[in-house]
């Protein structure tokens, strides 16, 4: 055995986390956790124990371990998706022994909820969260959190009583009224929150509902509420993982090192950018965040463009204008930086965005797709109100920084671009929320189009409602001749103002109408 695996073996701690492999080159090749990070470490160089010939070419590979103590094993097995969305380790592929990756699937927005485990997700409104690799954990953790959380699985049958689930206290009861929907949906908020790993704010959110129901004198409340909390407070003594397999800002390595380059604290919530069209119709764009270096999903936000034609800086230009708008800005808060998708010409609209909505102190990089090279504006290491001194340190220290890592800096004009390696975790990072934002503008495009597709023009007409179209087509047959009639003619069935507008509207439709 390697004396720096040996001698990080030993430095092991006896408590549930996540451990890190990695190669001669520093590349992150498997992920794991457990519930006793050192024993589990340890059962892979244990001669006696046997192995298959996968696990042997893993082991033969570890050059350095690292690891991520947490609270408990259920923080390991949500985190999983996301490291390993991230760094994609090709062990963390080959060793798995599941028949697919398994999503929790909750149709929040259904009038009788259920939660449930599938292996594929689709597009049907439902909110998926996953997917993740250990299905056994998986399983065995939402087990425990029912007990905090009751949830339905299925739909009753009609004229079924209220299921045995109900009395364990595992299902809310909603068939016979025991709970209404809107407690039952306060209640699947709170599970989505922890799923997205903000158990601290769970925690803290059951605790000033049960103190405020015993203050009101709600016992019952305050009494469901107390059990929710020693639910999960036992999720530190269950054993999930055994021997079958909310980060720290200042234990993540890619934060640590995104802070490092760019002389900024930590960033707490990052937003990423990008814009989606199809030769310049259905125009979008997209803004994904990612919280202590993970996504939140419950933040997204996605832009339907009002300018339209090809061009993606003025397109990015309107996207991060509207953003940083003021109801925005008070909804939605201001992040700790901006990561657009692309190089210098979107990021010199985004930056522009900036400027003209007074926030010039915001941070703000780009991510150029060809050679995942990070783009950089000299005023955000050089910023002229600096000392000449102070701005010729900051960028010594970002080329001192980037060397470390194993990469370099080179002057682009009014931009220094970075280049890393593409296996450390601050590229891994950068990427993991450049895909993400490039992925949801994807979605809602291909979404508006698959409508206009399917879609009749007067559809898009404003005012023009299903009531006002039967009126048209009573009137004149089709809504085809109800474009060809005069102005006079459309006042008659709509009025004055109403049929004069829709006269302008059909006089300009009318090219679109085969």
């Known amino acids: 055995m390697k004396k720096l695996v040996q001698a990080k073996i030993k430095a092991l701690p006896a408590t549930p986390g996540v451990y890190f492999y990695k190669d001669r080159k520093g590349e992150i090749i498997y992920i794991g956790k457990a519930a006793n990070l050192r024993s589990r470490v340890n059962q892979y160089f244990q001669p006696s124990r046997p192995r298959d010939a996968k696990t042997d070419a893993l082991v033969a590979e570890i050059t350095d371990i690292a690891w991520q103590e947490l609270e408990t094993e259920v923080d390991a097995l949500f985190l999983e998706a996301e490291l390993v969305k991230r760094y994609l380790p090709r062990y963390n592929i080959l060793l798995r022994d599941d028949k697919a990756s398994l999503f929790v699937r909750i149709d929040y927005n259904s009038d009788y909820p259920t939660v449930n485990l599938v292996r594929r997700p689709l597009d049907d409104g439902a909110r998926y969260f996953g997917p993740y690799i250990n299905g056994w954990g998986l399983k065995k ?134 814009v989606s069209h199809l030769q310049g119709t259905d125009n979008v764009a997209s803004m994904c965040v990612f919280t202590s270096g993970l996504p939140d999903k419950a933040a997204y936000r996605k832009f339907k463009l009002r300018l339209p034609g090809n061009d993606d800086f003025a397109h990015l230009h309107e996207a991060l204008t509207r953003r940083f708008g003021a109801k925005n800005r008070h909804s939605w808060g201001l992040p700790d930086l ?140 089709s809504l085809k001749a109800a474009s060809a009639a005069s102005e006079a003619e459309l006042q008659t069935v709509l009025g004055t103002r109403r049929g004069a507008a829709m006269a302008a509207h059909f006089k300009k439709a009318s090219t679109q109408i085969t």
Not at 241 to 258: M, N, T
């Open 141 to 274: 953790a939402l087990k425990f959190l029912r007990r905090a959380f009751p949830y339905a699985t299925g739909r009753p049958a009609p004229g079924k009583r209220v299921s045995l689930h109900y009395h364990l206290g595992l299902d809310p009861g909603l068939e016979e009224g025991r709970t209404s929907l809107t407690q039952y949906k306060a209640n699947l908020r709170k599970l989505m929150h922890y799923l997205r790993g903000h158990k601290a704010s769970i925690f803290k959110e059951i605790a000033r509902e049960m103190k405020s129901a015993a203050r009101a004198s709600q016992f019952e409340k305050a009494a469901r509420a107390r059990d929710q909390l020693r639910v999960l407070e036992s999720l530190n003594r269950q054993v999930i993982f055994s021997d079958r397999q909310q980060l720290d800002l200042s234990k993540d390595e890619a934060l640590q090192q995104l802070a490092k380059l760019f002389l900024i604290d930590p960033p707490g919530r990052i937003e990423g950018f990008d």
């Open 338 to 477: 901006v990561l657009i998708d692309g190089g210098k010409g979107q990021l010199a609209a985004a930056i522009a965005a900036r400027d003209e909505s007074g926030l010039n102190g915001l941070p703000m990089i780009g991510l150029a797709k060809r050679l995942e090279e990070i783009i950089i504006p000299k005023i955000e290491i050089s910023n002229q109100q600096l000392a000449a001194k102070k701005r010729v340190t900051n960028y010594k220290i970002l080329v001192a920084q980037a060397e470390k890592i194993g990469g370099y800096v080179r002057d682009d004009g009014n931009f220094l671009v970075v280049s890393l390696p593409l296996n450390s975790p601050l590229v891994k990072l950068l990427q993991r929320i450049r895909d993400e934002s490039h992925r949801f503008a994807i979605g809602y495009h291909s979404l508006l189009h698959r409508r206009r597709q399917t879609s009749s023009p007067f559809e898009q007409v404003p005012s023009l409602g299903p009531q006002t179209r039967k009126k048209l087509v009573r009137r004149f047959g």
